[in-house]
């Protein structure tokens, strides 16, 4: 039987999806208590609590005994590895990202682009001892990210619009970008130039220059971006050293997915 958009939800199953919901959504912020969960989701602390007991019981929530609070269990990262393990897509491009470690000793993550947001699916990390901290399995706004905004180039006026007309672009550094028509520039000139730079625009220090994977249709399905401190990362650096071999592995990804360039 199909999905029919006017058939009433399950409750206890769509609060249970609002509940995962609040731990995604939130920043800096791991745990919560059965009040905090009560105020956020609107329901009865006994609801929350019930709820709580019976995603605990499959392993999806655990409790932390120090501090009585509720954080996602194991069973949330083993269905978030058995997504991550489908997308093929990964293990065809490891080599290439370690490829690119080994070349420019910088870490490299994939991620791909989900409603106006990245979701890092993996890192290939370098081994110099400072470095930036992981995002894997986070999901990070696109128009702050090299990975975000060289996907973001590549989808019509409509679809920025759907995602970014009327919504606030939260500034979390002082070179974030937070005027829908700024952003529109910086995405043309990205769909030009074929490559993204992140300067400082999510976290402070941190530079990224990203590179599209493309598919058969020629359409962006992932990106692969270079990331580190921005002492390393200089203009020139990035431009002249890690592009070029960034978009020759990325190009190589793109080849055995099915896109021919032109």
């Known amino acids: 039987m199909g999905y029919k958009p006017d058939v009433k939800p399950v409750q206890s199953v769509y609060h249970a999806l609002q509940l995962f919901e609040v731990?995604?959504?939130?920043?800096?912020?791991?745990?919560?208590?059965?009040?905090?969960?009560?105020?956020?989701?609107?329901?009865h602390k006994n609801?929350?609590?019930?709820?709580?007991?019976?995603?605990?019981?499959?392993?999806?929530?655990?409790?932390?005994?120090?501090?009585?609070?509720?954080?996602?269990?194991?069973?949330?990262f083993n269905l978030g590895q058995k997504f991550v393990n489908k997308l093929g897509i990964l293990k065809l491009a490891r080599p290439f990202m370690e490829k690119i470690v080994s070349d420019v000793n910088e870490s490299v993550y994939i991620g791909i682009l989900r409603e106006g947001n990245v979701i890092y699916l993996d890192i290939a990390e370098t081994n110099l001892p400072v470095r930036v901290v992981s995002r894997v399995g986070k999901d990070v706004p696109a128009y702050c990210t090299a990975i975000g905004k060289v996907q973001l180039a590549f989808s019509s006026e409509e679809e920025i619009n759907k995602i970014y007309m009327g919504a606030r672009l939260k500034r979390y550094t002082d070179n974030t970008i937070t005027s829908l028509p700024v952003l529109k520039k910086e995405l043309k000139k990205v769909a030009v130039d074929n490559y993204a730079f992140d300067?400082?625009?999510?976290?402070?220090?941190?530079?990224?220059?990203?590179?599209?994977?493309k598919d058969y249709l020629g359409v962006p399905v992932a990106a692969l971006s270079v990331t580190g401190p921005a002492c390393r990362m200089t203009d020139q650096r990035m431009e002249k050293e890690i592009l070029p071999i960034a978009r020759k592995y990325a190009?190589?990804?793109s080849k055995r997915l099915g896109y021919h360039e032109l």
């Open 23 to 43: 731990f995604r959504n939130a920043e800096n912020k791991d745990e919560f208590g059965v009040t905090e969960l009560s105020k956020s989701l609107g329901l």
């Open 47 to 76: 609801n929350v609590f019930r709820l709580l007991a019976t995603l605990a019981s499959r392993g999806y929530i655990e409790q932390n005994l120090n501090t009585e609070n509720y954080r996602l269990g194991i069973g949330i």
């Open 199 to 213: 300067n400082e625009e999510f976290e402070p220090r941190v530079r990224c220059i990203a590179v599209p994977v």
């Open 251 to 253: 190009r190589e990804i």
